[in-house]
């Protein structure tokens, strides 16, 4: 098991939002966590990488202990998070904000260079000299999801990848992702777009107020509609 999130609670201040969260992933799977409208996706995320740092239970980075840690040291033990606002810098270069990515990787097999970047986006190579600020919305999201892989992750933390972007966009973005799935990448996905991400991983968890209400693999989910009427907007 690479993560292992154990009955964790989160809150903002008083505002109490995860109530026991627990899922794993193991090396090589995709995993959709899916849920409404403020249920407590990004919260998940953010408390994996530290940022909103659950104040019980316990989060396991191949069986290492890291709630409460850091987020510089979280992300450098191999976790690669993808917000949803994309964050780029709009006064550089595509080709500056993937030079300032770059991170020294401990890693000899499967380093991410520009030129594999590109052999993923070949819509970013020849925009290499234009500024992120005069990106179209799917390219900002190609070059947010680039900039994490020149970190060299083990794991890839995608925060709604697909929101916002033309249907014909984000088809081509699901290539990219199953593509980066095919290559052994392992990936969280939060989705709201529930038939997107299912197509792209092996299993899922549904949350609703702030708690697992279920866990699967996508086959036996399909197989349920039940489930995806109470708890998705589908
Ligand atoms: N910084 C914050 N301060 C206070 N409350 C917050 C903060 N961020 C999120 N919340 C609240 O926490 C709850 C869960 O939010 P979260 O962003 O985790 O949901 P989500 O499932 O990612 O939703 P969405 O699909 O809209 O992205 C919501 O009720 C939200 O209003
Ligand atoms: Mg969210």
């Known amino acids: 098991m690479i993560l292992e999130v154990d009955n964790i609670y989160t809150a903002y201040g008083l505002s109490q939002v995860l109530f026991g969260v627990s899922l794993r992933v193991q090396e090589g799977e995709v995993i959709s966590l899916l849920g409404r409208n403020g249920v407590g996706k990004t919260t998940t995320l953010r408390s ?90 799917g390219e900002q999201q190609m070059l947010t999801i680039a900039r994490t892989l020149m970190s060299n992750p083990d794991l890839l933390l995608l925060d709604e990848p697909s929101e916002g972007l033309a249907p014909l966009v984000v088809h081509q973005l699901g290539e990219q992702i199953s593509k980066l799935r095919r290559e052994g990448m392992t990936i969280l996905l939060c989705e709201q777009n529930t038939r997107f991400s299912l197509d792209l991983s092996d299993r899922l968890y549904i949350l609703e107020k702030g708690t697992v209400k279920y866990e699967g693999t996508v086959q036996d989910f399909r197989k349920d509609e039940k489930i995806g009427r109470a708890y998705l907007a589908i």
Not at 50 to 64: A, D, Q, Y
Not at 97 to 103: E, M, P, T
Not at 113 to 130: D, S, V
């Open 48 to 137: 994996i990488m530290g940022l909103t740092p659950p104040k019980s239970g316990s989060i396991r980075w191949r069986k290492e202990e890291i709630a409460g840690r850091p987020t510089y040291e979280i992300s450098r033990l191999g976790i690669g998070f993808v917000p949803e606002d994309r964050r780029i810098f709009s006064d550089l270069t595509v080709w500056e904000n993937l030079d300032v990515a770059i991170r020294p990787s401990g890693k000899k097999e499967n380093v991410w260079t520009l030129g594999r970047i590109f052999a993923l986006f070949p819509a970013l190579e020849p925009l290499q000299k234009r500024k992120g600020g005069y990106l179209s919305g």
